[in-house]
């Protein structure tokens, strides 16, 4: 159930006499928030530039989550790439270039504004696999609802009456939800008028949380709140996470996976491409080993007659076992 909300918010500690009124819908969850935190800036206004991350962390009080300014400012620093639609054999290399392809390893994560040419309207989303978002919306994938007002007017007008413009999260800013903040920081501008849900969910609360540690619990590599986000970022499978989980065995012998925070651990300074790197060398590694293992030359003796039996590997004993 949706609920329409009248907000007329006056602003006035830079400018006593703006007042800025609009008419948008929120998920009725969000209404407190909404009440209290949204503040609907004009394209023109002098108080373009006046979001700051009290006015985020307000909108997003109830969900638990906040940022800070030296964290906003970074995320206002990050440059965007602009593209003209719709992406041709000249620019498809480095769109590919910069979000990747899609069903790849080590999505990218990031926000996109889509730009009506003739009116200046804005649509602005995110999400952390930008190649599949994107190839959604130009392959005109059933997973892209033809709600709101952005794919109606794509519809009706085209792509080639759109540009658009795509930023990408640096590695520090690629974990947890950073991508989400700078979505909101968007949404509180009067141009998104193209966006109908003016609040961003984060969903903190959706699946299990899961934490990577080094084998003493000492360092904290990565947590996620899924198991898809995990395996979306570090290519790790379900089944081998719901194992170091349940039995509480290791990781390639060197990462602990959980889903019980330790609170002494220090969290790692590695970014998520550095965290994949490792863990491929780890697994590497383990892998060597265990080839060691298996190659390892046994000998096995018949109880009954005495004969011995001598194999140049488990693997060949295995084979004439069965």
């Known amino acids: 159930m949706k609920k329409n909300l009248n907000l007329t918010i006056l602003y006035k500690a830079t400018n006593p006499n703006a007042t800025f009124a609009t008419t948008y819908t ?6 407190t928030q909404a009440r209290v935190g949204f503040k609907n800036f004009s394209a023109g206004s002098t108080l373009q530039n006046t979001v700051t991350s009290r006015d985020i962390n307000e909108m997003l009080h109830n969900q638990g989550v906040s940022i800070t300014d030296s964290e906003l400012d970074k995320l206002k ?5 602009k593209f003209d639609l719709p992406i041709n054999d000249q620019t498809y290399p480095s769109f590919v ?15 996109y504004i889509f730009t009506h040419l003739a009116t200046g309207s804005k649509y602005v989303g995110s999400s952390n696999s930008l190649s599949r978002r994107l190839d959604q919306y ?9 709600t709101g007002l952005l794919l109606p007017l794509i519809k009706k007008d085209g792509f080639s009456s759109f540009s ?15 991508y989400l903040f700078l979505e909101q920081y968007h949404l509180l501008y009067k141009d998104f008028d193209l966006n109908t849900q003016r609040i961003v969910n984060f969903r903190v609360n959706q699946g299990t949380t899961v934490y990577m540690y080094d084998l003493k619990g000492e360092i904290l590599y990565y947590s996620s709140t899924s198991l898809n986000q995990l395996r979306a970022h570090l290519g790790l499978h379900h089944a081998t996470c719901t194992k170091c989980i349940k039995e509480g065995t290791s990781y ?4 602990k996976i959980t889903d019980k ?10 970014s998520t491409l550095e965290l994949a790197s490792l863990i491929a060398e780890k697994r590497a590694l383990s892998l060597k080993s265990l080839s060691k293992i298996t190659s390892r030359p046994l000998s096995l003796k018949d109880v009954d007659t005495g004969e011995i039996l001598k194999f140049s590997s488990i693997t ?6 069965k």
Request: net charge neutral; hydrophobic share 40%; proline share 10%.
């Open 26 to 31: 929120f998920a009725s969850a969000f209404s």
């Open 77 to 81: 620093n990050i440059p965007g790439v």
């Open 97 to 111: 270039g910069l979000v990747g392809r899609p069903k790849t390893r080590g999505p990218k994560a990031g926000v």
């Open 138 to 146: 130009f392959s005109s994938s059933p997973l892209i609802k033809e």
């Open 164 to 178: 658009l413009e795509i930023f990408v999260m640096p590695p520090e800013l690629s974990k947890d939800y950073y």
């Open 252 to 255: 390639v012998d060197f990462f």
């Open 261 to 270: 925070p330790i609170e002494t651990a220090q969290k790692s300074e590695i």
């Open 316 to 321: 060949s004993a295995t084979a004439y076992l």
